[in-house]
């Protein structure tokens, strides 16, 4: 047979194969990587009762450009707005999460006589909970617009990028075999700053040229440019010595950032699926069932092992941000599985030669363990709270309730917050732009100025190049160390609300001017040698440069409300679809205020009704600030306002109150499912002692008994839908449609 043959044989396997556990995976309502996994083993070269592969070589390929997809496809979900968004709690419990799990893995495998890089392994690998799962697991489980669900995905969103470092990490420390600390905060520092370079060049141009040729964009030009732009990223990301997985999900990120994000989602996805199908098939076809019946016994104990280490550290994380033992046990409980970056990190270690070859089939059979207990661990949160609650002293449960803070501190404290946000951005941002320069200078100005200028002496070509890099670098030293920016916003507020921050303001601003000015002597003394007079001569001629050029300095706040319009523009645009939900969240969360959407029941007994008769404030405490019906908003709806079937009601509230709201609308369904009623439509001929003869339409009011006039045969002329000022009189035949009851008492 052929090569091509082969190659077609190979993917017609891979994806029949694929397609039919899919179909039973769902069937039994587990996640469609297991499916794909047991596919791979029943397909793969140690069970030879179905048809195998014939070239593993070439399934390693398609594989590749499985995970590149895959990884772009997590980046598009990821987005690094979400990680600024997530909040303390989630920040505080995935790095707990980490470093604890971390530690305990690492043990366990110095425990089993492992070397230290496959312990180093371990520790990272069984950190790592997953996403798709637990995401699955809540859509199942009606448990998405729970409040502690945003604690859940938030962590869930710093996990994604900790595995994204810690995959490149531990591939550079697995190809130097090198643990010195030296060495691995450089690739730290390395990593951060490419990260930050691409995030700032990706942001400023790919929303912009996004902008411009919009017109001619459809979905095939879109996916074209995505792809490209993906495989260029993978490409940069080799050059500069990274994975071909951090590329694409670099750039999956910066996509997911623009207004066009989402709809590069959805059509990216049938490759995603199609490709990361073959990636996960090939995993499983690494899996030897020798083996594991082999090593059951560490099979078992690591998965439980993930289990309970997830369980506490997670709830840990959260009870250190004081968000309470509620919170704590249902996040833990939530996070308590092996993700997919799991296996992911335990194929990079077997394919570098650093792990042995039966660590990654056990790690496999732990995620599969793991993922099928998700949804019984997230079920038994509840019922374990009551157990601690019963056994934990009533003086601890009264340490572990929620922290709360008076609004005037909260108001203080956030203003603060976002002058520092403001402040460290800026640094952060800029020197990585400054020192972009730099570099840039010293790779290719230095030959260039060589080739241009070759009988030039050494000291004056080192003069020009120094006087080209500073004039390049001159607005972004600007924009850190004199420019104001967003920062002065927060400044002003502090400073109008208490006089004595004055002082920590003009702190931060000196900063901010030192460190501009040491990095300009830096570039100055990487060229020449400097004594103490041309330090002064330098800083003064630095001051003298920028009051004559301030006004093109100003071009850098342009540059940077660029930048920031590109990024708020996803934002803006989902804020005209969402108005009150985006507001109103981003104004009350600091405040222990949250929003949630209820819908209402088809089947509620609160259909037809209006808010002023439904008891809606008084017995939960919450407020509708808007209801959703199709494409219809209503914001602030009046008393008068009727409530329909599948109405999406958006309450504000604190947590209790909104439960109570949820609980009542939850209750009316059930209420009326137990008292279903007959309907009917009847024909009725008035008389004298009729209830509506003599009576207009309006005045009869029959909506209020559940009932509504179809037609009237009125001397001799036959009236459809009566209009309201229509007078019943005796002889009159109408035809009345409602309850059984209702009609009989008509």
Sequence with gaps: MSEELNLVRDLAVILVSAGVFTIISKALKQPPVLGYIIAGLLVGPHISFFPGITSQETVSQWSEIGMIFLMFGLGLEFSFKKLLKVGSSALVAAGTKFIGVFILGFVT????????????????????????????????????EKPYSGMVFGTLVVEDLIAILLMVLLSTMAVSQSFAGKELMLNI???????????????????????????????????????????????????????????AFVMGSILSETVEGEHIERIVEPLKNLFGAIFFVSVGMMIDPGVILEH????????????????????????LTGKGLDNAVKVGFSLAQLGEFGFIIASVGCSLGVMRSFIYPVIISVSVITTFTTPYTIKAASPFLEYLRRKIPSK????????????????????????????????????????????????????LAARLL????????????????????????????????????????????????????????????????????????????MAGWMILVSIFAGICFILAARRSMHRISALEE???????????????????????????????????????????????????????????????????????????PSAEQELFPGDRIL???????????????????????????????????????????????????????????????????????????????????????GDVDALGWV
């Excluded at 990024?567 to 969402?578: G, H, I």
Aim: aromatic letters at 10%.
């Design 109 to 144: 495998a110095q425990a089993m006589s492992w070397s230290l890089m496959e312990s180093v392994f371990l520790g990272g690998l069984l950190s790592m909970s997953s996403t798709m799962v637990v995401i699955k697991s809540y859509e199942d489980l009606g448990l998405k």
């Design 296 to 319: 059951w016994v560490m099979v078992l104990f690591l998965s439980l092992l993930v289990i309970v280490s997830h369980i506490v550290f997670a709830g840990a994380g959260i009870i």
């Design 396 to 447: 601890w449960l009264e340490r572990l309730e929620p922290a709360r803070e008076s609004v005037s501190t909260a108001s203080e404290d956030n203003e603060w917050k976002e002058l520092l946000k403001s402040y460290f951005s800026r640094i952060i941002l800029y020197g990585v732009v400054i020192i972009a320069i730099y570099i840039g200078s010293r790779l290719y100005l230095d030959p």
């Design 454 to 529: 070759p009988k030039t002496g050494e000291q004056v070509r080192k003069a020009i190049e120094l006087a080209v890099t500073l004039i390049l670098m001159s607005p972004f030293v600007y924009g850190l160390g004199i420019n104001s920016g967003s920062i002065k916003t927060s400044a002003t507020k502090l400073l109008k609300e208490k006089e004595r921050n004055v002082w920590p303001i003009i702190g931060l601003i000196l900063v901010r001017s030192f460190i501009a000015v040491g990095i300009v002597l830096g570039v100055i003394s990487t060229y020449f040698h």
């Design 562 to 636: 660029h930048f920031i319009k590109n990024l708020n523009a996803k934002e803006r645009s989902e804020r005209k679809k969402r108005p009150v939900s985006s507001s109103v969240r981003r104004e009350l969360e600091h405040y222990n205020v949250f929003t949630r959407t209820v819908t209402l029941p088809p089947d509620s007994g609160f259909a037809g009704v209006l808010l002023k008769d439904i008891p809606f404030r008084s017995q939960t405490g919450a407020n509708i600030i808007k209801i959703s019906r199709g494409t219809k908003e209503i914001v602030v």
């Design 651 to 737: 309450v504000v509230g604190t947590k209790e109150q909104l439960d109570r709201f949820q609980a009542l609308t939850e209750a009316s369904a059930e209420k009326e499912e137990g008292q279903r009623r007959s309907f009917r439509i009847e024909a009725v001929t008035l008389n004298m002692q009729s209830f509506l003869t003599g009576k207009t339409l309006r005045s009869a009011n029959l909506r209020k008994y559940g009932c509504m006039v179809i037609s009237v045969l009125h001397e001799g002329d036959f009236i459809t839908n009566p209009e309201p000022d229509f007078r019943f009189s005796e002889g009159d035949t109408i035809w009345i449609a």
């Design 189 to 247: 520092l390395k990593l951060v700053f490419f990260l930050i370079l691409w995030f700032l060049v990706g942001i400023f141009l790919i929303p912009t040229i996004l902008r411009k040729v919009k017109d001619v964009l459809n979905d095939e030009i879109l996916l074209l440019v995505s792809i490209g732009l993906c495989f260029g990223m993978v490409f940069l990301a080799n050059a500069v010595g990274f994975s071909s997985a951090l590329g």
